[in-house]
Nanobody
């Protein structure tokens, strides 16, 4: 069993930055692919970014490429999402997720464990 706890959300003005963190419990964190997803009110969950267990491969949604960076520190059981140049339409609950396969995926169905999420609000 893996528990994921996100932090770092909050209120930021358009164009601002936030850094989200996701702390995972368990000794096998280093084996998991990790992803970030977001869900705005009334909308479907949306893939944001993912990183392989080794950190040597990453995926991004086209909408965040060049502005968001996913990274991980396996010694700290933590994955990060640095978000720059935020836009009001990116207001959402951001969740991290872990998948136990050797691969990483843009599909939420591939992930086995989910955190509760952290609210990000971008004001215009």
């Amino acid at each position: 069993q893996v528990q994921l706890v996100e932090s770092g959300g909050g209120l930021v003005q358009a164009g601002g930055s936030l850094r989200l963190s996701c702390l995972a419990s368990g000794r096998t964190f280093a084996r998991y692919g990790m992803g970030w997803f977001r869900q705005a009110p009334g909308k479907e969950r949306e893939f944001v970014a993912a990183i392989r267990w080794s950190g040597d491969n990453t995926y991004y949604a086209d909408s965040v490429k060049g502005r968001f960076t996913i990274s991980r520190d396996n010694a700290k059981n933590t994955v990060y999402l640095q978000m720059n140049s935020l836009k009001p339409e990116e207001t959402a609950v951001y969740c991290c997720a872990a998948e136990t396969s050797p691969y990483i995926s843009r599909s939420s169905s591939a992930y086995d464990y989910w955190g509760q999420g952290t609210q990000v609000t971008v004001s215009s």
